[in-house]
């Protein structure tokens, strides 16, 4: 993450830039400067997982009680010296850094297999030095420090430039992360999370001021040395020659340096004693080898400016007073850079707008303000109405586009070349599929602050149209009080990270495709509203990590038709609705997500929090054709045994060996229930969030342990530890979940009976492993699992065979 190289040349060879502080004392110091004010440390939460969880077993499917505990803790220290906590998430991928997160997704995929690879070879977890943080860690982490009455925002773009942003807008004390790109943004301290200690509260500050001293170079230079040495938008080989070029030429080369450091001191000296001679003379494509790669530069150079900074090396330097088609251009001055920049006044609006020179017909063209971003666009005049239309920059071509004036609504959208007919299209067009994917511009939705909800009136191309809808999913997104329903009722399109999965055990199907239906029919209820059905719905992307996806392109998947009675109801019902009865309509909504409105009466009688546990495990053994008896067992008595272990107990419990198996099926049981975040957020709340948060339903190791048991035929009455409360609560939880399957035609049946009549369950599955013992097949309600695998075309049967 971050600057590449960066990282270490602080850490080796400008040690000095590091400096050792204690919060305490600079939360006192703040005080004193700021009588009233609170000291406040902006926590990237994505940056501080592995550091929060302390917990010894990771490979099981997560301590949640002690990672808990854990958070409690870390919040509970710098509470009681009087410093705030402000928590953000990632909320979306950019579509700049999408190539960087698939080519770390495909390097976590290499780091699984050799995990499960020393799990089969040693049968224990393997050392700290390949942890792999457990599956929905970041999900949880959200509603735990919620849960802890910390303040916790969701992204609504990459979250380390809204984190930057803050603390620079809200006076901060700091940033408390472990990504370099902190040092590179011009904002308030930065604060490594590796280096803390919680007990003295002593860290590492790393000065920026400091590494522009030692470079040789000022703050605004450093997004410029960033892009130069690659990042997360700009890959590392695009200047790797530049790079080398510049070492060659490099006189001071220190020999105490590693190569990787010099390189560093010779881009930097580069920009010191070349760049800058010429700086706002030339333009940096006539100073550097952009070539085509020129758009994403300054696309990686702006994402360093927060809203109000700008960049001396944008613009050319005038050399007076210009007149461009009969408009006054005077001179504005920069007044970070010092510089003077020509400013026409615009037709309609009557204001001072700045000017920029086009890179490719090398003339200047007014530049104006994008409603989103705050930051300037150049205009582009269109031959045939030749009417200025401002531009954007397409998110898969990296190209600027103009934009494009719907008729109809009166919105700009962006414009695409269909690559056949060479006729621009509004963004949304689909040329492949020959489906127009419906995006929908919101006018009338305020672009509110993510933290404050400001006024500034937005135009959002979304896919839905109803703007009171998209503002409380916007809302709910922001207070990390949902999960990705925002993501696709905006953008249509969403993510899931890796798993640990098995890649080789092909009789477990990966957890991307078990809860795809749920998928499909939330997508459904999101992007259906009022539209008549799902037939009538956009596809949307997902870009859900599982053996045998090269992640090369998302996967489109279609909404699928939900079945309730009476049809299903509007978001507008189910999020704002107050008459009563709607919780009761609500709850079948979420059922039907499921698909189990059949088991609505199984289910109405089993208390909390193990109502949520039962509609899980019934959509599971439902599913999953090679689940039995013995894994419903040891799913149900870890439940039930959980509420009498204190974390202590559950810390210090030992397991005989680790089974890959059970790995995995921990791994989708906590992946059903970040599902179950999805679900009930789309559906209105029906559950209490509490209800399906692991550390009240899922304890790793204790599951671990009661599958051990139920494998080697433990008796119900040993797997509850004599317990008879506990033992009679089993017996009707089973009763619940055994029920609803049979009238799925699905009986759940105990492993020596499944083995006697499906040899080499785990083994390979050939092309037409179907389940075998009851036949059963759910036509038109989504495809079984097996019958589903990689692709980027749409959802379609034929294509999606996975054996």
């Not at 400013?343 to 409603?371: A, F, N």
């Not at 789309?682 to 969030?689: E, H, I, L, M």
Request: with cysteine; glycine share 6%; proline share 6%.
């Amino acid at each position: 993450m971050g600057v590449r190289g960066l990282h270490g040349f602080v850490g080796s060879s400008c040690p000095h830039i590091c400096m050792v502080v204690n919060f305490k004392e600079l939360a006192e110091h703040h005080r004193s400067r700021h009588p009233g004010g609170t000291p406040t440390i902006v926590v990237d939460a994505m940056c501080c997982l592995r550091y929060w969880y302390t917990p010894e077993s990771w490979i099981c499917g997560g301590q949640w009680r002690e990672y808990f505990s854990s958070l409690r803790e870390f919040v509970k220290t710098f509470t009681a010296v009087g410093i705030k906590l402000i928590f953000f998430f990632d909320g979306m991928v950019e579509q700049s850094k999408r190539d960087e997160w698939v080519k770390r997704r495909l390097k976590n995929n290499r780091e699984i297999a050799k995990i499960f690879h020393y799990i089969k070879s040693h049968r224990e977890q393997p050392g700290r030095n390949m942890f792999f943080i457990p599956s929905g860690l970041a999900i949880f982490t959200q509603f735990a420090l919620k849960a802890l009455g910390q303040e916790t925002l969701c992204s609504l773009q990459e979250a380390d430039y809204e984190v930057a942003s803050y603390g620079l807008r809200n006076n901060c004390l700091g940033i408390l992360g472990e990504d370099t790109d902190y040092l590179i943004y011009d904002t308030c301290p930065y604060f490594s999370i590796s280096e803390l200690s919680l007990d003295s509260l002593d860290t590492v500050m790393l000065c920026r001021e400091k590494l522009c001293q030692s470079l040789g170079l000022s703050l605004s230079d450093l997004p410029l040395l960033a892009c130069l040495l690659g990042n997360d938008i700009i890959p590392e080989g695009m200047f790797e020659s530049f790079r080398y070029k510049c070492l060659s030429s490099y006189t001071s080369v220190k020999e105490n340096f590693d190569k990787k450091g010099n390189i560093i001191l010779a881009v930097a000296d580069h920009i010191c004693k070349v760049l800058r001679l010429h700086q706002g003379e030339k333009k940096l494509e006539e100073m550097l080898p952009l070539g085509p790669n020129k758009a994403l530069f300054y696309k990686g150079m702006a994402s360093y400016l927060l809203p109000g900074q700008k960049s001396p090396w944008f613009f050319q330097k005038p050399k007076g007073v210009v007149t461009l088609d009969k408009q006054v251009l005077s001179m504005s001055s920069d007044p970070k850079s010092k510089q003077e920049v020509p400013v026409c006044t615009h037709p309609e609006s009557k204001q001072e707008v700045p000017m920029c020179t086009d890179p490719e017909s090398k003339q200047e063209v007014p530049l104006c303000t994008h409603p989103e971003s705050k930051q300037e666009v150049p205009m582009y005049t269109d031959p045939e109405s030749k009417q200025e239309v401002p531009m954007c920059t397409h998110p898969e071509s990296k190209e600027e586009v103009p934009m494009y004036t719907d008729p109809e609504s009166k919105q700009e959208v962006p414009l695409c070349t269909h690559p056949e007919s060479k006729q621009k299209l509004p963004a949304g067009m689909d040329p492949e599929f020959n489906l127009e994917a419906p995006l929908c511009t919101n006018p009338e939705i305020k672009q509110e602050d993510p933290v404050n909800m400001g006024p500034e009136v937005k135009q959002q191309i979304t896919m839905v149209s109803d703007p009171e809808i998209l503002k409380v999913a916007r809302a709910h997104h922001v207070q990390a009080e949902s999960y990705l329903v925002y993501n696709v009722m905006s953008s249509g399109e969403v993510e899931c990270s890796n798993s640990l999965e098995d890649a080789m055990d092909q009789a477990l199907p990966s957890q991307a495709f078990v809860y795809r239906p749920v998928r499909q029919r939330v997508y459904s209820l999101l992007l259906g509203d009022g539209r008549g059905g799902a037939s009538t719905c956009p596809t949307v992307k997902e870009w859900f990590v599982y053996s045998g996806n090269p992640l090369r392109q998302p996967d489109l998947v279609r909404p699928l038709q939900m079945n309730i009675p009476g049809g299903t109801p509007s978001l507008k019902l189910l999020w704002l609705g107050q008459e009563a009865g709607l919780q009761a309509q609500r709850l079948d909504t979420l059922l039907a997500c499921f698909d189990l409105s059949f088991s609505r009466e199984e289910l109405q009688v089993v208390e909390s929090p193990f109502q949520a546990l039962c509609c899980l495990l019934i959509y599971l053994f439902v599913q999953v054709d090679t689940l039995c008896l013995e894994d419903l067992h040891a799913f149900i008595a870890q439940a039930l045994c959980l509420e009498g272990k204190t974390t202590m107990e559950l810390a210090d419990l030992q397991l005989d060996h680790v089974d890959p198996r059970a790995v995995q099926l921990g791994t989708l049981l906590v992946r059903g229930l970040t599902t179950l975040v999805l679900v009930n957020s789309a559906c209105g709340f029906p559950w209490k969030t509490s209800d399906f948060m692991p550390w009240n339903l899922f304890d790793g190791k204790l599951f671990h342990q009661k599958y051990l048991q139920s494998e080697k035929g433990y008796t119900a009455e040993a797997l509850v530890e004599q317990n008879r409360s506990r033992l009679t609560r089993l017996h009707a939880l089973k009763s619940v979940v055994c029920k609803a399957c049979m009238k799925e035609n699905r009986p759940i049946v105990s492993r020596r009976h499944w083995r006697s009549h499906h040899s080499g369950r785990r083994g390979r599955q050939g092309p037409s492993a179907h389940r075998t013992s009851s036949g059963y097949s759910r036509s038109g309600q989504g495809q079984h699992w097996r019958d589903q695998g990689p692709g980027s075309r749409q959802y379609d049967p034929d294509q999606w065979r996975r054996y």
